[in-house]
């Protein structure tokens, strides 16, 4: 069945029984986190052969800069992404659920991550998680100094695949000091103690 009339019987049925239907937004930002520009960016439902367009255009990504990918609100959220750079490489993500992060990074290996989103107020511990590992973060927690338990999972809408990066609202806290864990796929674990939030944009993993 094609994939936009497989949509239409989803929204029918939803209908039917009395449930609006709602299209997730599955639209993202892309940052190049490279040392080259970015002269090709192709988004493709996942498994689609045909990458389709270059949405680039004439107008090359810079390292360091981003770009906003606007998609149809067609319930369609896991998309392959390929990203190639004027130095000849190119980077594929597959499978992506961009309706659960709001970034996508590449260059990430020929480069290390710029902090960006200047400007959040003096008091503000929220930061951007970025996944810079080859497996996704499936639990990201933060708690105050001397915790005696770490509580909700930040990432409850869904894991931070490889390569990707999400900004992690973070309110209720008491202060900026504040300890962090963030569990892998594979159930292994990293810690970080007494982190002052309000001073960093974004917390590059591992």
Not at 72 to 84: K, T, W
Not at 154 to 169: F, H, I, S
Request: hydrophobic share 45%.
């Amino acid at each position: 069945m094609a994939r936009s009339t497989f949509a239409a019987v989803v929204a029918l049925l939803a209908l039917a029984c009395g449930v609006p239907a709602r299209a997730e937004d599955a639209s993202f930002t892309l940052f190049n986190r490279g040392a080259s520009p970015i002269r090709e960016l192709f988004v493709t439902p996942a498994g689609d052969a045909n990458w389709g367009q270059n949405r680039v255009g004439g107008r090359p990504i810079a390292p360091g800069g981003s770009f906003m990918v606007k998609r149809r609100a067609d319930g369609n959220c896991i998309l392959d992404i390929r990203a190639v750079f004027a130095n000849g490489q190119a980077e594929e993500r597959k499978g992506l659920n961009t309706c659960n992060i709001d970034a996508v990074a590449v260059g990430l290996a020929a480069g290390a991550a710029a902090a960006h989103g200047a400007g959040k107020s003096a008091n503000d511990p929220s930061v951007r998680l970025v996944n810079r590992g080859t497996q996704a973060i499936v639990e990201f927690f933060v708690a105050p100094p001397g915790h005696a338990t770490w509580g909700a999972n930040r990432l409850a809408a869904g894991p931070l695949p490889a390569a990707t990066e999400k900004l992690v609202r973070i309110a209720g806290t008491d202060g900026c000091l504040l300890d962090l864990r963030v569990v892998f796929a594979d159930h292994t674990a990293k810690e970080k103690h007494g982190t002052d939030l309000c001073k960093l944009t974004d917390i590059p993993v591992p």
